[in-house]
Structures are given as C-alpha cells and as structure tokens.
Antibody, heavy 122, light 106 residues
C-alpha cells in the first residue's frame, strides 16, 4: 500500500524558515518523480515544486523560486522541501505527491499524502 | 503558462442526477488532462487521467471526455459519496490546476 507521510509543518514568523519532509513507503521511491502541491485555507490547489526520480532535475513555481528548495534522499525514501524567507501568502497545507513516472514532465499525480499545515504569522 | 478554467464553480444536484463539469485550457494540451476529487479535510484523489482513463478502483459512473482545449467530467448518477470538490489538471506543459468545482447537495 502506497503511503506518503508529511511532517515538519507548523507556525513560523514571516521571514523564517521551515523544512518539510515526506516519508514514502509501499512503492519503489527511487523510480518516481515527486512533487509538492499546496492549498491555502479554503482555496484551490497551487503547484509548488517537482523533482525527478534521481534528483537531477527540479522545477519551481514562480511564486517560490529562489526561496524554496526541493530535494530527496532515495536511500531514506524521503522527499524534502526547504522553505525560507516565508511570507504570509505561503500559509497553506502542503501535500507531498507521487507521480506516475520517473522524469519531471508528462506525468499525472497518482497519489497524495495527507498534507502538513504551514502557518506564516507573527 | 497554460491556464485552466473550470465551470461551474459550484453545482447543486440531487442523488441520481447526471452531473457534468467542464474544464477549458488556454491552449491545446492534447489529452494530457487529469481529474481529482477532494473531500473536506482530505487529500485529493486521482479519478481520471489522460482525459478518459479511469484510475483503478474508481466507480464506472465517472467518465471523462474531450481533447485539445475542452474537457468534461461526467458523473452518470450522483451518489452520496460523490459530494465533493473536483479539480482538473493539465500535465502537457508543466502542471496547472483548475480552480475547482464544488458539487453540493441540492
């Protein structure tokens, strides 16, 4: 059974940093590209970042480029999102998402974690 | 960037109704479109990919159609478990979501 368990969310002040983790199980983590998608309270889904199966390719939405860094440790079956210079508008539930393929582009999202809430407020 | 526009934003329907949700892309995305269902407080769940391919375990009352820039999700006979928010997503050029359609009880 595929499982994605996010952790690391919480309350952080504007300008602060936070690192999210996503522990994966039930599938061969190293063979799939992974993504982060967020959802502000009561809002729709917003794409955040992607990483290929071997970590060699990454992609960021313009809204987070230069502030967030996606990475993965295939030996630990774990996906990360390092977030810095956080703003109030980054407040959202952050979902870890598995795709249906190994490369960065051309695949849909076939499994989502339950999400972790990040609140940016003073 | 490709923009995705869903309509309607909210849909009121009764159990047993046939329901159709439309998603329009700002440029052609071939058949690279997926649909997701999200219930309150839960993660989105994949329903359909490549416009019309049903994900394993998804009831056959769900179907998808379209190509190019216009796509539809149809629920042939709405069931109590189907009241939720539905999102379309293009994955032809990076990834973009529609704004969502909330299906509520009439």
């Amino acid at each position: 059974e595929v499982q994605l368990v996010e952790s690391g969310g919480g309350l952080v002040q504007p300008g602060g940093s936070l690192r999210l983790s996503c522990s994966a199980s039930g599938f061969t983590f190293s063979t799939y590209a992974m993504h982060w998608v967020r959802q502000a309270p009561g809002k729709g889904l917003e794409y955040v970042s992607a990483i290929s199966s071997n970590g060699g390719s990454t992609y960021y939405a313009d809204s987070v480029k230069g502030r967030f860094t996606i990475s993965r440790d295939n030996s630990k079956n774990t996906l990360y999102l390092q977030m810095s210079s956080l703003r109030a508008e980054d407040t959202a539930v952050y979902y870890c998402v598995k795709t249906s393929g190994s490369r960065l582009l051309g695949y849909f999202f076939d499994f989502w974690g339950q999400g972790t809430l990040v609140t940016v407020s003073s | 960037d490709i923009q995705m526009t869903q309509s309607p934003s909210t849909l009121s329907a009764s159990v047993g109704d046939r329901v159709t949700i439309t998603c329009r892309a700002s440029q052609t995305i071939s058949s690279w479109l997926a649909w997701y269902q999200q219930k309150p407080g839960k993660a989105p769940k994949l329903l359909i990919y490549k416009t019309s391919t049903l994900e394993s375990g998804v009831p056959s009352r769900f179907s998808g159609s379209g190509s190019g820039t216009e796509f539809t999700l149809t629920i042939s006979s709405l069931q109590p478990d189907d009241f939720a928010t539905y999102f379309c997503q293009q994955y032809n050029s990076y990834w973009t979501f529609g704004q969502g359609t909330k299906v509520e009880i009439k």
